[in-house]
């Protein structure tokens, strides 16, 4: 399938913020509808992307499919819980992006193995399970071979047991967008352990993901890639929209054709956003503390409002270290966020200020790395 590599400049002459001149270019493009692909890899950059499309183009006079992959990265939906829903420190050491995205639904691990689709239309023509038919025709187009089924939830099923796509919508008052993923050829250990939380003791109402058993496409059919399953899909939207097959290249840093998508991008890759939007949430735990042979063990209980530690008891059941000591920890972490670095920073604050006293420093930080691990 060609591409358009002179990208949306040529297309969006004299772009600017104005909605309506955004309309206006993009009716410069002939049909009805338009396939874009992004140039970026970066979680954060294409869900901006997405933003953007949803804000300044109108559906009702162009519906707009989007192909788009990302480097690792694990997406949550807009109502759930980091902690609830992914090993953070392994993301951490990984190198593994998190981002919240605005639709609702569960959390998937995106890698470049992963092909995300996302359908724009008007209120009215959205269609989700339209949209998935047309993936499955798109694939059947170059495997016949290939059983793929829809479920009720609106999944894609490979052989009616594994998940090979999982899907989440954002509906504004006239306008929608649908997206889904694809796994052809992801990183399956990756993708099983970040998303396998180690945290214990959380109580939350966000919305919580239903695990499945998932399989790459490519352990189906050896032959298969992204771009492969990428063109198949143009195609198949180019074909029912009556279009000439052309997909558009998309940079979306370029702020000169997208005026304000950067700030879609940072307030996505903003703490506040992806951390600070969690529900409300609480945190019990009881663990053990060892130091020199010695150990005790620790209750500990916090409450957390959009990140921010709103209270926090912590009770040493002995005298293993002084309880004006656990005092203070529970007091300096008030009002601070649920993070390791924060606590980090707080712990080697008191140390400066506290008795010079080998064992208790050394008790403390102990205490402290595991008050992190739970963050």
């Given amino acids: ?107 998937v691990y995106h890698d470049l193995g992963n092909i995300n689709v996302t359908f724009f239309t008007s209120k009215k023509s959205y269609d989700r399970r339209g949209n998935l038919e047309l993936i499955i025709s798109a694939l059947k187009s170059i495997r016949p071979q290939l059983d793929i089924t829809t479920t009720d939830r609106l999944d894609l099923l490979l052989n009616r047991t594994f998940k090979i796509s999982g899907s989440a919508s954002k509906i504004g008052r006239t306008t929608t967008y649908h997206h889904c993923t694809l796994l052809c050829n992801s990183d399956s250990s990756l993708l099983s352990s970040v998303l396998c939380t180690p945290y214990q003791g959380l109580k939350s109402n966000a919305t919580p993901s239903t695990p499945a058993s998932v399989k790459n496409l490519w352990e189906e059919d050896p032959t298969l890639t992204c771009d492969i399953l990428m063109d198949a899909i143009a195609a198949e939207y180019s074909r029912r929209h009556d279009l000439q097959g052309q997909i558009l290249l998309v940079d979306p840093k370029d702020v000169s054709v997208l005026p304000g998508v950067d700030r879609f991008t940072q307030e996505l890759k903003s703490w506040d956003w992806i951390y600070g939007r969690t529900p409300k949430f609480s945190v019990s735990r009881t663990f053990s503390v060892d130091y020199n042979l010695t150990r005790a063990e620790v209750k500990l209980n916090m409450n957390i409002n959009r990140g921010t530690i709103e209270s926090c008891n912590i009770e040493v059941l002995s005298d293993w270290l002084p309880s004006e000591m656990c005092d203070q920890l529970a007091t300096d972490l008030i009002g601070s966020r649920f993070c390791p670095t924060e606590t980090m920073v707080l712990a080697n604050a008191y140390l400066r200020v506290c008795p010079q006293d080998r064992i208790l420093h050394n008790k403390w930080n102990v205490l402290c790395e595991q008050v992190m691990a739970i963050m």
Avoid: F
């Fill in 1 to 107: 399938m060609p591409y358009l590599h002179v990208g949306l400049r040529a297309v969006w002459r004299g772009l600017s913020l104005a909605r309506c001149t955004t309309l206006a270019a993009l009716r410069d493009l002939r049909g009805g509808a338009l396939v874009m692909k992004s140039l970026s890899t970066d979680i954060y950059e294409n869900l901006g992307l997405e933003d953007w499309l949803h804000e300044y183009v109108e559906p009702r006079d162009r519906q707009v499919l989007l192909l788009w992959r990302n480097c690792p990265a694990v997406v949550i939906g807009r109502h759930q819980n980091p902690w609830q829903e992914c090993n953070l420190k392994l993301m951490r050491n990984k190198g593994v992006q998190l981002s919240r995205r605005r639709s609702g639904g569960g959390t």
